[in-house]
């Protein structure tokens, strides 16, 4: 019988879309491995990131991805135009980044990307056309329409909390 191939996970976790979604539904986030057990009962996490706007650097769930789970830390500052700082950090972008970079590049067989946020979806897809099986992990209530779109269309795996 041929052994089953090994699952291995890139993870890209959006701290402040999962924190919001647990904050729109009357809770917080708090300990972190309930939103991984889904993931790390499929396969192995080899790669890990954790993007968050700078300011949210010291908030105990970063803490807890970085130590206790060893993802890595992305901090991420605020978008600068000219002299005037907008309320919007980079995290989208510096995650879309090097998802894609990792996608491309590596060994990995999974893509799960710990976000309901649809800016998201452009890179399920990509992770999909690249022939990753890709994982999106949401917020109920906060998870962008298409994802569950996606779902249906069997381009990705849908859990949501």
Same mark, same amino acid.
């Given at each position: @019988? !041929?052994?089953?191939?090994?699952?291995?996970?890139?993870?890209?976790?959006?701290?402040?879309?999962?924190?919001?979604?647990?904050?729109?539904?009357?809770?917080? =986030?708090?300990?972190?491995? !309930?939103?991984?057990?889904?993931?790390?009962?499929?396969?192995?996490?080899?790669? /890990?990131?954790?993007?968050?706007?700078?300011?949210?650097?010291?908030?105990?769930?970063?803490?807890?991805?970085?130590?206790?789970?060893?993802?890595?830390?992305?901090?991420?500052?605020?978008?600068?135009?000219? &002299?005037?700082?907008?309320?919007?950090?980079?995290?989208?972008? @510096? @995650?879309?980044?090097? /998802?894609?970079?990792?996608?491309?590049?590596?060994?990995?067989?999974? &893509?799960?990307?710990?976000?309901?946020?649809?800016?998201?979806?452009? =890179?399920?897809?990509?992770?999909?056309?690249?022939?990753?099986?890709?994982? &999106? &992990?949401?917020?109920?209530?906060?998870?962008?329409?298409?994802?569950?779109? @996606?779902?249906?269309?069997?381009?990705?795996? =849908?859990?949501?909390?």
């Amino acid at each position: @019988m !041929p052994r089953k191939k090994k699952r291995l996970f890139a993870v890209f976790f959006d701290y402040k879309n999962i924190s919001d979604g647990f904050e729109q539904n009357g809770g917080e =986030l708090g300990d972190i491995y !309930p939103l991984l057990k889904s993931i790390l009962e499929q396969g192995e996490i080899i790669f /890990a990131f954790v993007f968050v706007p700078d300011h949210f650097i010291s908030k105990s769930p970063v803490r807890q991805l970085s130590y206790k789970y060893r993802f890595h830390v992305v901090a991420c500052p605020r978008q600068i135009y000219g &002299v005037v700082a907008k309320d919007k950090d980079s995290v989208d972008a @510096m @995650m879309d980044s090097l /998802a894609r970079r990792y996608i491309e590049h590596s060994n990995i067989t999974d &893509v799960a990307i710990f976000s309901g946020d649809g800016d998201f979806t452009e =890179l399920a897809t990509y992770a999909f056309w690249r022939k990753k099986k890709v994982t &999106v &992990v949401g917020v109920r209530n906060s998870t962008n329409g298409r994802f569950m779109e @996606m779902a249906k269309e069997e381009i990705i795996d =849908l859990v949501q909390h």
